[in-house]
């Protein structure tokens, strides 16, 4: 049996597994478990994973990496049957794959991990990830993610655009940009030039490319080339998700963000008038410490005037280290009651939006089982099954609060 993979966590984790499978192609009878530090549930269900393949997998070797082994590579060496922890920059060279690496713990993050090599395939899925930056220089009091990956790196773009030109090649009609923080790509490069322009770039040397999204951007760092894509290219998906946190200017301050709710606001507005109909998406924390019920009030109004209507919401995790853990703390089920409330004006956004796609034509971009995503994002029912990765044209015929139902245009 060859290596299995586990994957916890954001879209470069999901990338960097993709590097992991080729690494370790040749091991068998080897479970590799991926690991996010960004909160403790995400650390407790990579746990769950480990302790239950070994109780239901004798003998199986199991190698954990990631953020959280990072950050404490000794616990996650302590639980049963894991035979190795690597760390971020350990778990893409090569060297730690081989079937004679040994079952001892590696050096963990001595030096801060370079962007991963190229992928060629992402198994499962019909869109592609292709890295552009790696790490983070901002240091949210909420967030572990820095001591993790290190410093922001960002990938050259004509290592970029070759990764782009070679996934197309593979049959890839749609590509998003991912990165730790990737509204801060090329800052460290030479004429530091900014996402948006590397995007133009993109998109022109390989015009064969008809979908293109980036994963979730900094409001506070969206660069004037970025804009003009997004009000010029088609090509550019008219989807945009924003790394927001919270709308109370206070919680804001107290995140160490680099924005107010007036910049969010600003930006939705921007969006929205550049890309009438643009679909717009959110990260949210709710029960940040010292987080009021008027303070929470003020996110959620913006959230129902805002009518965002894609949401991911997290309930706060004390991360160990950060100076947030050490702020008065909001009660858990209180913060997990906020949560489920501003979950819930998400979800009445996205009734509102499917709804007003009924009858309109839209791209779709199909995926397994006759379910794909259109240009919004929107996830689309089919009503006549299409084989995956294709961009298919189709009429909304039916809408509800899981989506668009749609046939063949």
Known sequence: MSAELLTFGCRLNTYETEVMRGLAAGL?????????AVTAE??????????RAARQRP????????CAAQRDPAAWR????VSRVLGNADKLRPEHWTADAGDAVSDVMTAPAAPAPPVAEFAGRSRAFVQVQQGCDHRCTFCVIPFGRGPSRSVPEDAVIAQAQSLVAAGYRELVLTGVDIASYGQDLPGRPPLGRLAQRLLARVPELPRLRFSSLDPAAIDEALWTLLAE??????????SLQSASDLVLKRMKRRHLAADARAVIARARALRPGIAI???????????????????????????????HVFPYSERPGTPAARMPAVPVALRRERAARLREAGQDAAAAFFAAQHGRRISVLTERDGTGRSEHFAPVRLAAASDPGRVVAARVIATDAGGLVADAA
């Open 59 to 66: 003998g199986v070797k199991i190698v954990v990496t990631g």
């Open 28 to 36: 068998s009878d080897t479970l590799i478990v991926n690991t996010c």
């Open 281 to 311: 998406g959110a990260d949210l924390i709710a029960g940040f410490p010292t987080e009021t019920e008027a303070l929470f009030g003020e996110t959620l109004a913006f959230l129902r005037d805002a009518a965002l209507p894609y949401l």
């Open 78 to 81: 302590a639980l049963p049957g």
């Open 233 to 242: 290219e088609p090509r550019m998906m008219p989807h945009l998700h924003l």
């Open 42 to 51: 995400a650390e407790r269900q990579a746990r769950q994973a480990i302790r």
